[in-house]
């Protein structure tokens, strides 16, 4: 069995490789990982980011007036070509379950690969011996980030986490931590099963939302009234890097799992953005998402145009468990609303 490595790297990323095709078993057996645009064979040639989104312009965005659409598939092209490097993990989402490769060569181009738009390939060692990890492992953090609608995301500041998740699985049976894992997916379940079904109306989901975003770093947090409500629940305001001022509209949606929350819930929330000039959205929801949402979500994405997240009922209990009760109990007694 593979044994994970006791230094741990500087610098991991998200890949997802089943957009329209599920590539992962082949990529498992091959040793490789790999992306699309093979189009686009001159990126490798150029480490010049302006040259760089223009191949990937002329290969795929020929007839755009402008570059959102080719600097946002540029983006997740040069991380995989260009900021990878040789011991860099990679987190391969797979169905229930997750695969860590460590990189182990440079990223090439494979002419003969061009047929199935898999021309751009890196050579890698699959660690925990190319077995999966059950995604119930992560952390929240983790998972979320695994959610990511484009083809890669940074996730370094995760190592931690990924680390965690292979140590667990690359213990013995008898030494596994299996008391926490158990306990926090307990907890998960538990957690889902009365945001959905316990003492929680939809104005008391609204108080739990509003007070997971306070808990999490926002501040003017607050619930929009319902006469003014333009398509946002819930507005706070969080502060990157101790200067950059980033707005938040939410839509909170109490729902079961059916139906799921639908495409017109993200139009309802754009529509709140604008209304709240908002710089970032977020549907919450206790239930489920149709396709139609996260397809609308992913489409609204790769326009460049805003920055959309959905969080469901599994994910959010996961969040509440990661994150301490204290927003359930704010739930559960009620603060004041606005207006």
């Not at 755009?64 to 995989?80: L, Q, V």
């Not at 104005?203 to 501040?219: C, D, K, M, P, Q």
């Not at 729902?255 to 953005?273: K, N």
């Not at 996961?318 to 559960?332: E, K, Q």
Request: proline share 4%; aromatic share 6%.
């Amino acid at each position: 069995m593979t044994q994970l490595r006791s230094d741990s790297p500087e610098l991991a990323y998200v890949l997802r490789m089943s957009h329209g095709r599920d590539r992962v078993p082949e990529a498992l057996s091959s040793g490789e990982i790999v992306i699309g645009w093979a189009r686009a064979d001159r990126l490798l040639a150029t480490d010049e980011w302006k040259d760089f989104r223009q191949i990937i312009k002329e290969g795929y965005h020929p007839d755009e007036k402008d570059f959102r659409r080719a600097g946002a598939d540029a983006g997740h092209a040069w991380r995989f070509l260009k900021d990878m490097k040789p011991g860099s993990w990679v987190v391969v989402p797979h169905g229930n379950e997750f695969f860590v490769a460590e990189v182990v060569g440079p990223a090439r181009y494979e002419a003969s690969k061009i047929g199935d738009d898999s021309a751009y390939r890196r050579t890698v060692r699959w660690l925990n011996a190319g077995g999966g990890v059950p995604r119930a492992l992560a952390r929240a953090a983790l998972q979320s980030r695994m959610k990511t609608y484009g083809t890669t995301a940074d996730a370094s500041d995760l190592i931690g986490d990924i680390a965690e998740c292979l140590d667990a699985t690359l213990r013995p049976a008898a030494q596994r931590p299996s008391f926490g894992s158990d306990l926090r997916g307990r907890l998960i379940r538990e957690a889902l099963q009365e945001i959905r079904g316990g003492r929680l109306d939809p104005f008391g989901f609204e108080r739990l939302v509003s007070a997971i975003l306070r808990g999490t770093g926002g501040t003017s947090v607050q619930i929009v009234p319902r006469k003014n409500d333009k398509g946002a629940d819930i507005t706070a305001d969080f502060r990157v890097a101790g200067a950059l001022s980033l707005r938040v509209a939410v839509q909170a949606k109490h729902y079961q799992p059916e139906p799921p929350v639908g495409r017109d819930v993200i139009q309802q929330l754009i529509a709140g953005m604008d209304a709240e000039e908002a710089d970032f959205g977020i549907v919450v929801t206790s239930g489920t998402f149709a396709q139609d949402a996260v397809d609308c979500a992913r489409e609204i994405l790769q326009s460049g145009q805003r920055r959309v997240e959905l969080v469901d009922g599994e994910q959010l209990a996961a969040i509440i468990v990661d994150c301490g009760l204290g927003a359930v109990a704010v739930a559960a007694h009620g603060e004041p609303k606005a207006g």
